[in-house]
């Protein structure tokens, strides 16, 4: 009798220990919203480094961003010296690519934008953060959890085009910084993750400085998003998200 009440005291009490950890639990869409926004502010602008690996070859880019809000994103390739110049913007839904060694400004159709970034396992979307999380997705918190952390499964919004069935986000139970992110095919394989490391405090925000994508279909394949700077909420120039900036940025 005395075993048998144990284990009822220990289910109960673990019933009420989940049912505290829920209650922890901040909504769905301020999580989501904070996601969105960790590597934005009013504005954001930061120096990166691009580590690019597969079995045969290594390469390392080194660019610069500036951000506003969720609806404009600039990038510029500093290096390698052949590809300085080359440079990217997105205005709301609209995005274009410049290719300064011929002289040429194209936009990037919607087809293309879960299509590689400059050879890279990250997508045009990854980069510039064309969908919202927020706006795009519905989440709920998944039962798939670790010590220590929170999870969430998201799927796509009917209207959302992207090639994603769901995704799985884990992040640090508390303070909501992204651990990894496992993203799944619509057949309901998991094809890529994105780990999330070296926190550190900017600003007012803590976030993780180093993205690392590994692709599962593609072995020994991986890209290393570095940020080396990252400034919040400092005034950006409106002729930043421009076409002619586009073409002048080096």
């Known amino acids: 009798m005395s075993s048998h009440r144990s284990l009822v005291l220990l289910g109960l009490s673990l019933l009420f220990s989940l049912s505290l950890a829920a ?14 926004d960790l590597y934005r502010g009013a504005t954001s602008q930061g120096e990166v480094s691009m580590i690019v690996e597969t079995p045969d070859w290594k390469r390392t880019m080194g660019m610069s961003l500036w951000s506003e809000g969720m609806d404009k994103t600039f990038v510029v390739l500093r290096s390698p010296a052949k590809d300085a110049g080359v440079a990217t913007l997105r205005v709301k839904r609209d995005m274009w690519n410049y290719f300064p060694r011929i002289n040429k400004t194209l936009k990037v159709p919607p087809s293309m934008m879960m299509g590689s970034w400059m050879g890279s396992d990250f997508t045009n979307d990854d980069l510039v953060k064309e969908s919202s999380l927020l706006d795009d997705y519905d989440a709920v918190w998944s039962k798939e959890e670790e010590p220590g952390t929170w999870a969430l499964d998201l799927t796509p919004k009917a209207r959302t085009a992207t090639v994603w069935g769901r995704i799985h986000m884990i992040l640090r139970a508390g303070t909501l910084i992204p651990l990894a992110e496992e993203y799944f095919d619509e057949h309901g394989e998991k094809v890529r993750i994105m780990k999330f490391s070296d926190v550190k405090k900017v600003g007012d925000r803590e976030l993780p400085m180093t993205l690392e994508l590994t692709p599962l279909k593609k072995p020994g394949n991986r890209t290393v998003l570095i940020y080396k700077s990252l400034e919040f909420d400092k005034p950006l120039p409106p002729s930043t998200f421009s076409l002619q900036n586009l073409r002048r940025a080096r």
């Open 23 to 36: 209650a922890d639990r901040p909504a769905v869409k301020e999580v989501l919203k904070k996601v969105d």
